[in-house]
């Protein structure tokens, strides 16, 4: 069979396309190299989810290859040496299934850095072929098909909204946003309530959150979690218009000789190879990913890898910049019965130096420490000295700590400044479980990254001292982390500077299109996947008025 369109993935970027073309009465294949889940397989079990990583490969068998410089010089180190793993779930509705769902757009001034700051020396900003007005009627859709919770808040650099308010009201939150409103008054910032993509009321059949207090890294089992598996996929996958292939690795793309794409070949869990043919390719396995498989595929036509003709695949890669911080609040700041109120949300952030006149800011997330217990107590094994405490010393440590505070931290998100020595490449020397290059990943941060990073943790500690919190600590780095991925195959209008058009459509391969967080130039100082749903919903209608399929 000939389909009309293969999608290799199935996460923000891949959801999108399939709902959106499905309903179309298109014939959609997607093949995703995890398994198939429901609501009902999933658990709150901890040592399952953050101890053993079950729903990502073992780094023995599949791994990737991190490029770091050390005292002037790049070395290379295999992740299963490690253990820093860049998989974010290989599951039906990839790394979405594991947010924590923290959702806000960027803003009409980060479609275009380079216009409004001019250049950064050392740093590959360029502005969006793409304006805010062209993205903020799919934001808009996100929030009613994904399902978005929140309240609107004014503040000097909230972004446009064509909807008054949130698709649904926000959710229960817990006592602690109250010291924060007050110490943020006190300081006269703006506390901004975060909106979720988290249901706070049922949806079609999805089941409203129930506040286990185990979100971020665990898949939602009431299905309230907006995932691409949840939102966009289960109400389809019943449909004669959809067909997915589990346990299906693609790992090289075929062209023919028009230059289209005409088959992807793949393996199954038993390593044996399969094809597929399809009018259509979208390829949306997540940045780094999305790039491998690209450079894994060159051939005559494309000798640097496919849709590689600028040499610009794997190049400008995107992560997260900034850092974390915590402190310590006690039941002296607040009563117990308040502070151990369990599952309850924080949702507030500081959004006030998004801009500054000098610089690019960002964003600074409050949250409670996730709820894992095992975690939380293998931190208090040792005291301050790093000396191992047994007995009743470590009993009446971790007694206090499950029963008198709670750690409350912060997150900044920075706009990690493309630059060239951030980039996806391919090395032959380092091979999977299935014989296939994995992806070296060099990791070179902008030295703006960090200074950007220790200015806004700074505000966030001014909050946690205004509230009365003790220990602050904060840990701003330029290493990223893996979970927010970007870049690698970004858009824009010349063919010679970009590997893809405004649509996401190769400038090289008529039939091909890239829909993860590839395509983004820059990254804004937000998590990146409420812009990926909503690129990927404009990239949708885009094919379904053209004439490809």
């Known amino acids: 069979m000939i389909y009309d369109v293969c999608i290799i993935g199935s996460g923000a970027g891949a959801g999108p396309i399939a709902y959106t073309l499905a309903k179309e009465g298109k014939k959609v294949l997607i093949l995703e190299k995890g398994d198939i889940y429901t609501e009902k397989d999933f658990s709150k079990d901890e040592i399952a989810y953050s101890r053993r990583d079950i729903f990502t490969p073992n780094l023995k068998d599949e791994y990737h290859v991190i490029e770091e410089k050390i005292d002037g010089k790049w070395y290379k180190f295999p992740t299963y040496e490690t253990g820093w793993s860049f998989w974010n779930g290989n599951i039906l509705g990839g790394s979405s299934n594991f947010m924590s769902g923290y959702f806000h757009r960027l803003k009409p001034k980060d479609f275009k850095l380079k216009s409004t700051f001019g250049k950064y020396e050392g740093a590959n900003v360029v502005d969006w072929p793409i304006s805010y007005d062209d993205l903020e009627p799919y934001y808009d859709m996100v929030e009613k098909v994904i399902g978005v919770s929140g309240e609107y808040t004014k503040y000097e650099h909230a972004e446009p909204r064509s909807s008054k308010n949130y698709a649904y009201p926000r959710l229960k939150e817990h006592p602690i946003v109250d010291l924060i409103d007050k110490a943020c008054e006190k300081l006269d910032y703006v506390s901004y309530k975060v909106p979720r993509a988290i249901l706070s009321k049922n949806k079609e059949n999805r089941n409203t959150c129930y506040y286990s207090n185990y979100c971020g890294s665990y898949c939602c089992s009431s299905g309230a979690k907006g995932s691409s598996r949840a939102s966009l996929i289960q109400p389809i996958i019943n449909s004669t218009n959809i067909t997915i292939i589990q346990n299906a690795f693609v790992f090289k793309l075929l062209t023919n000789k028009n230059k289209k794409i005409k088959k992807a070949i793949y393996y199954t869990k038993d390593k044996i190879e399969k094809t597929v043919e399809a009018k259509l390719f979208v390829v949306a396995t997540q940045a780094v990913e999305s790039s491998r498989l690209l450079l894994n595929s060159k051939n005559s036509d494309f000798p640097n890898g496919l849709a590689n003709l600028s040499g610009q695949v794997g190049k400008n890669m995107l992560f997260t910049g900034g850092g974390q911080g915590s402190a310590i609040i006690d039941t002296k700041i607040l009563s117990r019965d308040k502070l151990f109120e369990t599952g309850f949300f924080v949702n507030r952030g500081l959004q006030d130096w998004y801009f500054t006149k000098e610089f690019k800011g960002g964003s600074i997330d409050f949250l409670f420490d996730h709820a894992n217990p095992i975690r939380k107590a293998l931190r208090l094994k040792s005291d301050d000295n790093g000396n191992l405490l047994f007995g009743e010393e470590l009993q009446d440590k971790i007694y206090k700590n499950f029963t008198k505070s709670r750690v409350l931290n912060f997150e900044i998100f920075t706009d990690w400044m493309p630059n060239d020595d951030c980039f996806v490449s391919i ?7 299935y014989g296939v290059p994995v992806a070296t990943i060099r990791i070179g941060a902008h030295p703006q990254d960090v200074k950007v990073g220790n200015f806004l943790a700074q505000k966030a500690i001014d909050v946690l001292k205004q509230m009365g919190a003790r220990d602050i600590k904060s840990d701003i780095s330029p290493l990223p982390s893996a979970n927010l991925q970007a870049g690698g ?18 400038h090289d ?10 395509f983004m130039p820059t990254g804004g100082s937000v998590p990146y996947t409420w812009t990926i749903y909503a690129n990927s919903f404009r990239v949708a209608d885009y094919i379904k008025k053209s004439n490809l399929i």
């Open 489 to 506: 195959c970004r858009f824009g209008n010349d063919p010679k500077k970009s590997v893809l058009n405004k649509y996401c459509q190769s």
């Open 509 to 518: 391969i008529e039939n091909l299109f890239v829909t993860d967080g590839s």
């Open 427 to 433: 090395d032959e020397k380092y091979k999977d479980k």
